[in-house]
């Protein structure tokens, strides 16, 4: 007897073995069964003839670290048949914090009224567990959480002892169920941080058998710094790579990509584990006030409001050298738009040079304004830009060692993030790689896309009992149709639930059923 069979659909275990048609049998938390189950007696038997079933999505690169405790329904995951999130990424966790650290230096963070009363990683877990996410969660520690909580807003060069004491603290972040660590290299406080402090942090990742995440120095001009940093990193701490989001950006030149393919792989017959993962998207986004200089930005967001109301230092604002896009270097404002603010929500959509002229200002004084408008908010604008290339994100999707994932945060509109954009793969990821690139493209086949969000990610981090369709194995089960699903997102519409996906099962459990999303919330915090 099976609390649930999933009868006659086409199975894509995740593996990349050619798809077969089977039932699949649920009982409890597990899939208990695998093949014909005709004569089975069940609770609930569903057909999902024409349907193909899969195993739940496991999405390698999110952001949802504070929207999961704010609201842990993730419904913009879950609609298109995300089961698991790995967060913590490019140097961003929720813990550890400092004694002095508050709400707004967290990613994502909205002010909904969730006391920030925890400070340990394993404290923040447990919250985590509180808010019951309705995905399972696998957590990194962030390099920035780390530096933050010893050296507060302290700008100057990490000590012996200062770093000593960051070891002391990825160590028990490890103790208490990371998965892996994390750097942002190209945002503060990983911008500023010596070599010496991250070998330090990934040596105890390589220790504690965590694998080591990069959001790399620069993925545009100097790309080749960029990523021989990171495989020099990995090489000298033995740590296992992960070069996150790897394609690179608008001012690279054209053999960016193919060229950082060679230098990964050349590491690899030299004995470097790396892997890597892409946004199956050329529409790129961050936090709109990183195109600040660093000494803009030093001393937190109040500092940082009082110095965009300085004339004299605005000019130097805008003289800043390295505003995170080339795109801004060289004033392609039509290719950046506005994607979340809560100053200007009539803006949102709208691309900077649009939004100059109709403010009759200069682009980047209409940036800077908008900062300013935006107030204590500040660190939660972002923005997007067509900065990838789609033939590099083509040529990577191809290769053996490449995942996708969506670099997004865990949304809901029915409570209270109703609103929020992560990015514009928010809503449609999975659906993006599914339709866009396996069945309209054939960029990769439909068996190979499944496997880059499921079996790999999954092995990557050493999940057991994940990511692969077999009796034993938890019951994260997604089923959807192979000619319907479709990416229904766009720039003016970035909240849009994708078509296709009609059943999603989290822990045997059915989060969306018949594609309506039920009130369940059976996720797991997973621990290392
Ligand atoms: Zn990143």
Not at 362 to 382: I, R, S, Y
Not at 407 to 429: E, F, M, N
Not at 447 to 470: F, K
Request: aromatic share 8%; with cysteine; hydrophobic share 40%.
């Amino acid at each position: 007897m099976f609390d649930t069979i999933i009868s006659g659909g086409e199975i894509i275990d995740g593996t990349g073995a050619p798809s077969f048609v089977a039932d699949v049998g649920i009982a409890g938390d597990r899939i208990t069964a695998l093949g014909d189950l005709t004569s089975a007696t069940a609770i609930n038997r569903i057909d999902a003839s024409g349907l193909t079933v899969t195993p739940g999505f496991i999405d390698i690169h999110t952001h949802s670290d504070f929207t999961l405790l704010a609201d842990g329904r993730a419904d913009s995951q879950l609609c298109q048949g995300v089961t698991t999130e790995v967060i913590g990424q490019c140097g961003f966790s929720c813990a550890p914090l400092g004694r002095q650290a508050g709400g707004s230096q967290l990613f994502g963070y909205v002010d909904v009224g969730i006391p920030i009363n925890w400070r340990s990683f394993g404290e923040y877990l447990e919250q985590l567990e509180r808010a019951r996410p309705a995905v399972n969660v696998a957590a990194f520690v962030g390099h920035g959480a780390i530096h933050s909580a010893i050296k507060e807003n302290d700008s100057s060069p990490s000590t012996a002892n200062e770093i000593d004491a960051m070891v002391r603290l990825a160590e028990e972040a490890f103790d208490e169920g990371a998965w892996g660590f994390s750097t942002g290299l190209e945002y503060w406080p990983g911008i500023a941080a010596p070599l010496e402090e991250i070998a330090a942090l990934t040596t105890v990742t390589a220790k504690r058998n965590g694998l080591y995440s990069t959001h790399v120095r620069n993925r545009d001009v100097y790309y080749d710094l960029g990523f021989s940093e990171a495989i020099a990193t990995a090489r000298h701490t033995n740590a296992k790579l992960q070069i996150s989001h790897i394609q690179p950006k608008f001012g690279a030149p054209a053999m960016a990509m193919q060229h950082t393919l060679e230098m990964l792989y050349r590491a690899g017959r030299e004995g470097v584990d790396v892997a890597f993962d892409i946004i199956p998207h050329d529409w790129n986004h961050t936090s709109m006030v990183s195109v600040l200089p660093m000494w803009a930005r030093e001393g937190g967001t109040t500092k940082t409001l009082e110095r965009l109301k300085d004339p004299a230092l605005r000019k130097r604002m805008k003289e800043n050298p390295r505003p995170m896009w080339r795109l801004v270097t060289v004033g392609r404002w039509n290719d950046i738009v506005l994607l979340h603010s809560v100053a200007n929500v009539d803006l949102i959509g709208m691309n900077f040079s649009d939004i100059a002229q109709l403010r009759g200002v200069d682009p980047f004084d209409a940036v800077l304004d908008l900062l300013t408008e935006e107030g204590e908010a500040l660190p939660q604008m972002m923005w997007t830009s067509h900065s990838f290339n789609d033939n590099d994100i083509c040529m990577c999707m191809r290769e053996a060692k490449c995942m996708v994932m969506s670099d997004t945060l865990a949304l809901s509109q029915r409570g209270p993030l109703k609103g929020l954009i992560g990015s514009l793969s928010g809503y449609g990821w999975t659906a993006r790689l599914l339709g866009h690139y396996a069945r309209e493209r054939g960029i990769i086949s439909l068996t190979e896309a499944v496997n880059r969000i499921t079996v790999r990610p999954a092995e990557r981090l050493g999940l057991v009992d994940r990511g692969r369709l077999r009796a034993g194995a938890f019951a994260d089960v997604t089923v959807f149709n192979p000619k319907l699903v479709h990416d229904e997102s766009t720039v003016l519409a970035p909240l849009s639930s994708p078509k296709g996906f009609i059943h999603v099962m989290v822990n045997g459990c059915f989060a969306v059923r018949d594609g309506v999303r039920n009130d369940v919330q059976s996720g797991h915090v997973l621990r290392h």
